[in-house]
């Protein structure tokens, strides 16, 4: 057990990917069922995600995932990883976060981004466009605004029943978001772990520029990316190829699919651009034994002063993917790991 990992939070985001195989209420009953076992295994956090029209993700509406996590646990921390601001009215966000709050006081988390839909088909359907996230501070600080009172945007109006509490807002940001961050005193979400240097330096300069604030009186590190622990390296990879599949699909095709099985990945003859972003998915991520991902780990929280770490891992197998949470878990003291 590495004393550098035992000091860190650990935490779970998770996108409810599709499989083959499997539908999208399937997906959302995984993401359920995930959060019960990490829950047990003494995670810090689960976090739900946001996307819309993806036809490899089934989660759509993260505060409605929210609720039903927070209804089948009860002490881990739920939240989102995150709501995408830009999609939504800030009176709506914090009206939907202080229903989470109220019935489950104490453990709901406020994940923020900055994205808005993927596609101008989207975007239309969603009635936004491009230019709505360029204005993301002042979403945000009217968001946060409905939780002390003091929005100016809508005198006489108050977001019910989120005026007066406190749920922690969280900002998923790289770059330009990084210092939204700091400017407005919030804890930063950063990724991915494989662009090592860019992080490093958004992480740097969010802690340069960090202004305290109610919400946080000092700069608050989470990083996150895909973390596979398992007995091999061979099996370790072979968990990482559904998701590297997907993304190199994406890439070629301009869809996003659900998780296809290894096996099926390894008769799949591939184009040479196929090829190249198969393999660059495949590269950069912590995997490995629990020797060399403790070890890759821990370089990862020392080179970035993390606070904490948020694993973002997808895969087709589910129990190899709890088996992998469990080494994980092992790792960092969270529990007895029997593997």
Do not use: K
């Given at each position: 057990m590495s004393s550098v990992i035992a000091s860190t939070r650990l935490s779970v985001l998770d996108r409810?990917?599709?499989r083959e195989g499997y539908d999208g209420p399937a997906a959302l009953r995984d993401t359920v069922r995930l959060a019960q076992e990490l829950e047990a295994l003494g995670y810090h956090r689960f976090w739900v995600s946001e996307h819309h029209s993806v036809p490899g993700v089934a989660g759509s509406a993260p505060t409605v995932l929210a609720a039903a996590v927070a209804a089948a646990t009860?002490?881990?921390?739920?939240?989102?990883?995150?709501?995408?601001?830009?999609?939504?009215?800030?009176?709506?966000?914090?009206?939907?976060?202080?229903?989470?709050?109220?019935?489950?006081?104490g453990r709901i988390d406020?994940?923020?981004?900055?994205?808005?839909?993927?596609?101008?088909?989207?975007?239309?359907?969603?009635?936004?466009d491009k230019k709505d996230a360029e204005d993301f501070a002042g979403q945000l600080e009217?968001?946060?605004?409905?939780?002390?009172?003091?929005?100016?945007?809508?005198?006489?109006?108050?977001?019910?029943?989120?005026?007066?509490?406190?749920?922690?807002?969280?900002?998923?940001?790289?770059?330009?978001?990084?210092?939204?961050?700091?400017?407005?005193?919030?804890?930063?979400?950063?990724?991915d772990i494989r662009g090592r240097e860019r992080m490093l330096a958004a992480i740097d300069r969010y802690r340069l520029d960090f202004r305290p604030s109610p919400w946080s009186e000092q700069p608050y590190v989470v990083v996150s990316g895909t973390v596979?622990?398992?007995?091999?390296?061979?099996?370790?990879?072979?968990?990482?190829?559904?998701?590297?599949?997907?993304?190199?699909?994406?890439?070629?095709?301009?869809?996003?699919?659900?998780?296809?099985?290894?096996?099926?990945?390894?008769?799949?003859?591939?184009?040479?651009?196929?090829?190249?972003?198969?393999?660059?998915?495949?590269?950069?991520?912590?995997?490995?034994?629990?020797?060399q991902v403790a070890d890759a780990l821990e370089a990862v929280v020392k080179d970035s002063?993390?606070?904490?770490?948020?694993?973002?891992?997808?895969?087709?197998?589910?129990?190899?993917?709890?088996d992998s949470f469990r080494r994980l878990a092992g790792i960092a003291g969270l529990t007895s790991c029997d593997a």
């Open positions: 409810s990917r599709t009860s002490t881990i921390r739920v939240g989102t990883g995150g709501v995408m601001l830009p999609n939504h009215q800030p009176l709506v966000v914090a009206e939907q976060f202080g229903v989470l709050e109220s019935l489950f006081p406020m994940g923020l981004g900055r994205s808005v839909g993927f596609t101008d088909g989207i975007r239309r359907a969603l009635g936004r009217e968001l946060l605004g409905w939780f002390t009172g003091e929005q100016t945007a809508h005198p006489q109006v108050h977001a019910r029943p989120a005026e007066g509490l406190r749920v922690p807002p969280f900002l998923l940001a790289t770059g330009e978001g990084a210092r939204i961050a700091a400017a407005a005193g919030l804890p930063l979400v950063i990724g596979v622990v398992a007995a091999t390296e061979a099996e370790a990879r072979r968990l990482l190829m559904p998701e590297a599949w997907a993304l190199a699909y994406s890439r070629t095709h301009g869809v996003f699919p659900p998780l296809a099985p290894p096996e099926r990945i390894e008769e799949l003859t591939m184009t040479e651009r196929e090829r190249g972003f198969y393999e660059a998915g495949l590269r950069g991520h912590i995997a490995g034994t629990q020797e002063g993390a606070d904490e770490v948020l694993v973002t891992t997808s895969t087709y197998d589910r129990a190899a993917l709890l």
